[in-house]
């Protein structure tokens, strides 16, 4: 199944705002994937530079290790242009 441009800009746009979360918290990619249970820096490199899709529950999993609302993960979405 292919995605969309579209699709593809929603998913660059929450792999920015986990990247920016990610920085704020202070953690490197390898503790955000250790704490999240992902297995470490480069499933979340994976993530953060949206390579594949990554799966909606890794990006639960992450903003919980962040200790930040599924929802932070998607601020702005609603506002990209179709």
């Given at each position: 199944m292919s995605s969309s441009p579209r699709d593809?800009?929603?998913l660059v746009h929450i792999a920015a705002?986990?990247?920016a979360e990610r920085a704020r918290a202070g953690l490197s990619q390898d503790?955000?994937?250790y704490r999240?249970?992902?297995g470490g820096q480069q499933a979340v490199s994976r993530m953060e530079n949206a390579d594949?899709?990554?799966g909606i529950t890794r990006y639960v999993r992450a903003a919980q290790a962040l200790g930040?609302?599924?929802a932070a993960l998607l601020?702005?979405?609603d506002a990209l242009e179709s």
């Open positions: 593809r800009r929603i705002n986990l990247r503790e955000l994937g999240a249970g992902l594949g899709d990554g930040i609302p599924v601020d702005g979405v």
